[in-house]
């Protein structure tokens, strides 16, 4: 999020007087199976496994996470030298690798962010959301990726191995929907966890991103405060 967007999802925040109380949604989530995703997550895993004991597989890159604060020249050269940059100049990374060691440690995954949630708009199209509040929509032409992260397990070892960087991951689309819903619903104010003021402004965000869409009905004072701001 730029300065200028955050500035403005500030000041909303501050002229609508409900810091830390989030304006109920009318909008219940569907939670997808843990289960189900876990599997999806496992095969993906297993697949990649297979093509690197093969000898197939080609490491994805991402985006270096220091890639937006700035490196000295001398370390930005080092990436530049190694065709470790995209097409904006931007240094780049290799993704994390599943593994299984000859000390015991095998890689396990997850899939990220938390819980997942999603509801129907009256179109027929999905928006899904995690715990994290990041989310948007699924249709026929847009399925929704899902991040792999990756914990060492060892059975001789007591603590873990926990991974920062993602594996890469799977996409779910519209007809995968049906298999992996459960049956719990929570409101949509209660599905992104409450910790500070960056996943209040991601609740606005959605609530208003999922009214425009038809879902809850109505309009309240989060998009009163946002036209007011606007004008």
Do not use: C
């Amino acid at each position: 999020m730029d300065n200028k967007a955050f500035d403005i999802g500030w000041t909303l925040r501050k002229r609508r007087g409900v810091h830390g109380n989030r304006e109920p949604s009318n909008i219940m989530m569907r939670r997808l199976d843990p289960d189900r995703l876990q599997e999806f997550a496992q095969r993906f895993h297993d697949n990649v496994l297979a093509q690197m004991n093969e000898g197939t597989y080609e490491v994805p890159r991402m985006r270096h996470p220091f890639a937006d604060m700035g490196m000295d020249d001398e370390t930005y050269n080092k990436f530049v030298d190694a065709g470790y940059v995209d097409e904006d100049g931007y240094p780049m990374m290799d993704m994390a690798k599943p593994y299984r060691d000859r000390d015991g440690w095998s890689s396990k995954p997850s899939v990220s962010h938390g819980d997942q949630f999603v509801v129907q708009a009256p179109n027929g199209e999905f928006y899904m959301i995690n715990s994290e509040g990041v989310g948007g929509v699924i249709d026929a032409k847009n399925p929704y990726g899902m991040d792999i992260h990756l914990e060492g397990e060892n059975p001789n070892e007591t603590g873990k191995r926990m991974g920062m960087i993602p594996m890469g991951g799977f996409s779910i689309t519209m007809d995968d929907l049906a298999g992996l819903m459960g049956t719990e619903e929570i409101p949509l104010e209660e599905a992104i966890r409450v910790h500070n003021d960056r996943l209040d402004m991601n609740y606005a965000d959605n609530l208003r991103a999922m009214r425009a869409m038809g879902i809850g009905g109505g309009k309240g004072q989060y998009d009163d405060a946002f036209k007011e701001m606007m004008e």
